[in-house]
Nanobody, 121 residues
Framework: VQLQASGGGLVEPGGSLRLSCTAS????????ISWFRQAPGKEREFVAA????????YYADSVKGRFTISRDNAENTVYLQMNSLKPEDTAVYYC???????????????WGQGTLVTVSS
């Protein structure tokens, strides 16, 4: 049972990246998926969430209008499209799965290993 986050890298301010979160060993059906991030020297924070069915999404104020979370249940994958990236978006990004929709880390059962996003010129 594993979540694999990928797609991070180095991008210039104003650029875009798309992160992927793929499950192996279990189906993402019935799981709500969130992205969290942890910047150097800071606590991990909620970024975005998507419910398992129906398409409802939730975003932190800091990313609203710039990031889009989506899922492809047939591919067992969730995506985070990040546009208009800023240096303050630099962080390790983690995906997590829960039977409950929440912005609290403690509610999440499964975590990916994290993928580093660096926004710098």
């Amino acid at each position: 049972v594993q979540l694999q986050a990928s797609g991070g890298g180095l991008v210039e301010p104003g650029g875009s990246l798309r992160l992927s979160c793929t499950a192996s060993g279990f189906s993402l059906d019935y799981y709500h998926i969130s992205w969290f991030r942890q910047a150097p020297g800071k606590e991990r924070e909620f970024v975005a969430a998507i419910v398992w069915r129906g398409g409802s999404t939730y975003y932190a104020d800091s990313v609203k209008g710039r990031f889009t979370i989506s899922r492809d249940n047939a591919e067992n994958t969730v995506y985070l499209q990040m546009n208009s990236l800023k240096p303050e978006d630099t962080a390790v990004y983690y995906c997590a799965a829960s039977k409950y929709i929440s912005n609290r880390e403690s509610m999440y059962d499964y975590w990916g290993q994290g993928t580093l996003v660096t926004v710098s010129s």
